[in-house]
């Protein structure tokens, strides 16, 4: 399975970005999908995460009514809508992939397959 994650950068404090992490080598249907990130010096952390079906979404309280963890099955992607976004959601953002996931281990960063990683800066 290959993540490639795509749709970083730099944007102003308030603004918004949507990262897309595009899906390859397996049924993208399978997979519980999740967001992570990571700031520099800090550990990784869980940012979101939705089940196969779309039918439960789960997000961090950091972000929850702010950052919006979406997929379309048919085009084997998983998207991140970011609004509001402030200075301390600077970091790079990975996605990440795992058949064998049950809710109460998705914000645990043992998922099989990862994508690189990328970098959202916001200023302030």
């Known amino acids: 399975v290959q993540l490639q994650a795509s749709g970083g950068g730099l944007v102003q404090a308030g603004g918004s970005l949507r990262l897309s992490c595009a899906v390859s080598?397996?049924?993208?249907?399978?997979?519980?999908m999740a967001w992570f990130r990571q700031a520099t010096g800090k550990e990784r952390e869980f940012v979101a995460a939705i089940s196969r079906s779309s039918s439960g979404t789960f997000h961090a309280d950091s972000v929850k009514g702010r950052f919006a963890i979406s997929r379309d099955n048919t085009k084997s992607t998983v998207y991140l809508q970011m609004n509001s976004l402030q200075s301390e959601d600077t970091a790079v953002y990975y996605c990440?992939?795992?058949?064998?996931?049950?809710?109460?281990?998705?914000?645990?960063?043992?998922?099989?397959?990862w994508g690189r990683g990328t970098l959202v800066t916001v200023s302030s």
């Open positions: 080598g397996r049924t993208f249907s399978l997979y519980t």
């Open positions: 990440a992939a795992d058949r064998t996931k049950i809710v109460s281990s998705y914000t645990h960063p043992d998922y099989a397959y």
